[in-house]
């Protein structure tokens, strides 16, 4: 009886401190905590696809999980609610609450975006986190998108990516001209000045496009992915590294209503979420590469092999081009590349004498 007693006095004092006078700040806090939520989140990837397609799923069960299932989450693949492309577009609307694709898909709509994915010979994964975490990149981010009524948050980096499948040979950079091949983002402007023509086109329907002879060569993303969507069969060269995109970020987009309707733990839960969706990838990707590389070196069809350095010159003088004039054109593109070139500057050599030097020492001794 005393012991009943007790507990019933400690379960008042709880309601008591929690809920003090009928304070009606309190009563709408409860109320919002029994709130639940069904949202929909469209993507730029085939359903469950590996480390890309992953983070979303990913998302939604920690999210489900962490709010006790308040907020759920359905995620579709490209193409069961909205084409692939079409994601932003989608989440902007409000026909959606929810994306994951990457910003860089937003070129010609949204130019500046493309510097909170990657820009070729720009900065690494974690360099990439160092900004947007900590060096006011994702504030610049959220600026941008503010008038597409979005709320941006990075969730998800495929690592240093590969060259890609050619079925041509690149030994000089007059094997670029009259290349046709799959690469998006500034990287495809880069190689159309080099004489190559660039193609856009979503995940899925690249094999086909290889293997069929309408591309010479594809980038996607590298041995976990890429074997996954069987590339190894179309091409014979595997070239690296990945000049193009040495750490691309993905995106969760959530529109800017839904966002607010969420009480403020669910948004802790959401954007904490997505912080560790963006480290679980890595591990996947890190884990997935490993052992997909150790195969794809098995196979006897396959050829690895570097970019000839007389190659990579030309692309990264060319890009210093291309992304001055994208920076003249457009001030968003200005500002945030101004503030992402000033960081690569400040990171490049921290990392010279750390990742670099230790990477280097390391491959040195083996
Ligand atoms: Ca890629």
Redesign the pocket.
């Known amino acids: 009886m005393k012991r009943r007693q007790f507990v019933g006095g400690l379960a008042a004092a709880a309601t008591l401190s929690a809920c003090a006078k009928n304070d009606p700040d309190c009563e709408a806090d409860d109320a919002a905590r029994q709130e639940t939520f069904q949202w929909s989140c469209v993507t730029s990837w085939p359903p469950k696809f590996p480390g890309l397609g992953m983070g979303p799923e990913n998302l939604a069960t920690r999210v489900e999980a962490a709010s006790a299932g308040r907020l759920k989450i359905k995620v579709y693949g490209a193409g069961e609610l909205v084409p692939a492309f079409e994601v932003f577009d989608a989440v902007s609307r409000g026909t959606v609450q929810m994306g994951h694709d990457a910003s860089y898909y937003h070129k010609g709509k949204v130019d500046a975006a493309q510097f909170f994915t990657t820009i070729p010979f720009g900065l690494t994964n974690l360099e990439l986190n160092g900004w947007l975490y900590y060096g006011g990149g994702l504030e610049l981010w959220r600026e941008l998108y503010a008038p597409f009524n979005l709320v941006p948050f990075p969730t998800g980096n ?1 690592g240093v ?1 590969m060259g890609g499948w050619f079925n041509k040979e690149i030994n000089t950079a007059e094997d670029l001209k009259g290349l046709k091949m799959r ?2 983002g500034l990287a495809g402007e880069v190689l159309r000045r080099a004489g190559a023509t660039p193609v856009t086109l979503p995940g899925s329907e690249i094999f086909t496009a290889l293997q069929t002879g309408t591309i010479d060569a594809t ?3 590298g041995p976990y992915n890429d074997a996954a969507f069987g590339l190894q069969k179309a091409a014979r060269y595997y070239y690296y590294p ?1 000049w ?2 040495p750490g ?1 970020g993905l995106e969760t987009i959530i529109n800017k209503d839904a966002w607010e309707s969420l009480p403020a733990d669910l948004q802790a839960i959401v954007s904490t979420s997505c912080q560790a969706v963006t480290a679980d990838m890595a591990a996947e990707y890190a884990h997935g590469n490993a052992l997909s590389l150790k195969r794809l070196q098995e196979d006897p069809n396959i050829e690895l092999r570097p970019f000839p350095a007389e190659v990579l010159d030309l692309l990264q003088s060319t890009m210093q081009d291309v992304v001055a004039e994208l920076m003249a054109a457009d001030p968003a593109s200005a500002k945030i590349g101004k503030a992402y070139f000033d960081y690569l500057e400040l990171a490049a050599e921290n990392s010279r004498i750390t990742e670099q030097a230790y990477l280097n020492m390391r491959g040195q001794r083996r």
Do not use: D, N
């Open positions: 495929s990516q690469i998006p980038e996607w993303v990945g193009h995109e691309s």
